[in-house]
Every structure is written in C-alpha cells, then in structure tokens.
C-alpha cells in the first residue's frame, strides 16, 4: 500500500512539472490560425452565366452582366425564404421563394438594374444589360 502512494505522489509531481515556467519552452498559448474568409462565410457557389445564386443572406454575384432578351435567374440555396424586386419598381418583382426555389426574369432593354431582397436590408445586387 506504502508503494502505491510513493506511486502516486511521483506521477502527480511529474505531471505538475510541466507547468512551471521554462525559458526554453517555446510552445504557444495562442489559438490556431484558421483560414476563413473575411466575412467568415463559405466560398461564393458557382453562378452560370446569367444566374444569380442566394446563399449567406447574399446575392452571388452582386453584380452581373447580360445581353438584352436574355433570361436572368435567382436560385436560393438559403434556408430562409428571399425574393428579388427591382428597386425602381418597373421590371420586375418576385414573391417570396423558398430554399431550392428560382425566379426568372426576361431582360427588355438595355440599362442598369438595382435591386433588392425586401426581407434582408443590405442584400442587394445590379444587372447591366447590355445591347
């Protein structure tokens, strides 16, 4: 029994030795680096031409370009619920859809588009069309 608390004691005092204070200890109490964009959100999903993807409470990409009588389409792979309005009010205005849900837009006429997610402040985005 004797040898057992002899055991015991050195095991705690071993363990208790690595918590002093040693010059040459060079390990670091810092956290890991991590590798994350500056927003902290997940890389852009790849958008076809045309195609604008709603991911991260986003419109990715923000801006796009397209040639008059081309179709523009908003996908949204968020699992909340967006929709797209043209910030001028003539073009177009979509209801509100759903994760895996798209709406289509059929361009007119040449000219800048801005518009908006009325249920997100911030989440806007442009359309150029072009001749």
Same mark, same amino acid.
């Given at each position: 029994?004797?040898?057992? $608390? ?5 095991? $705690?005092?071993?363990?208790? +030795? /690595? ?10 109490? $810092?956290?890991?680096? #991590?590798t994350?964009s500056?927003t902290?959100?997940a890389p ?8 604008? @993807?709603?991911?991260? @409470?986003?419109?990715?990409? $923000?801006? *796009? =370009?397209?040639?008059v009588?081309? #179709?523009? =389409? ?6 909340? !619920? %967006? ?6 009010? /003539?073009?177009?205005? +979509? ?5 895996? &849900?798209?709406?289509?837009?059929? =361009?007119? &006429?040449?000219?800048v *588009? !801005?518009?908006?997610?009325?249920? %997100?402040? /911030?989440?806007?985005? &442009? @359309? #150029?069309?072009?001749?």
């Amino acid at each position: 029994m004797r040898k057992t $608390a002899v055991a015991l004691s050195l095991l $705690a005092l071993a363990g208790f +030795s /690595g918590c002093g204070d040693d010059d040459e200890d060079t390990t670091s109490n $810092a956290p890991a680096e #991590t590798t994350t964009s500056q927003t902290g959100a997940a890389p852009a999903p790849e958008a076809a031409p045309g195609e604008v @993807i709603m991911k991260g @409470i986003r419109f990715q990409p $923000a801006e *796009i =370009t397209v040639k008059v009588g081309d #179709t523009v =389409t908003w996908k949204n792979e968020d699992p909340v !619920d %967006h929709n797209a309005v043209d910030e001028a009010g /003539g073009q177009f205005k +979509s209801e509100l859809f759903g994760e895996g &849900k798209t709406y289509e837009f059929k =361009t007119t &006429k040449a000219g800048v *588009i !801005d518009y908006v997610c009325t249920v %997100h402040p /911030g989440m806007t985005g &442009k @359309i #150029t069309v072009t001749e």
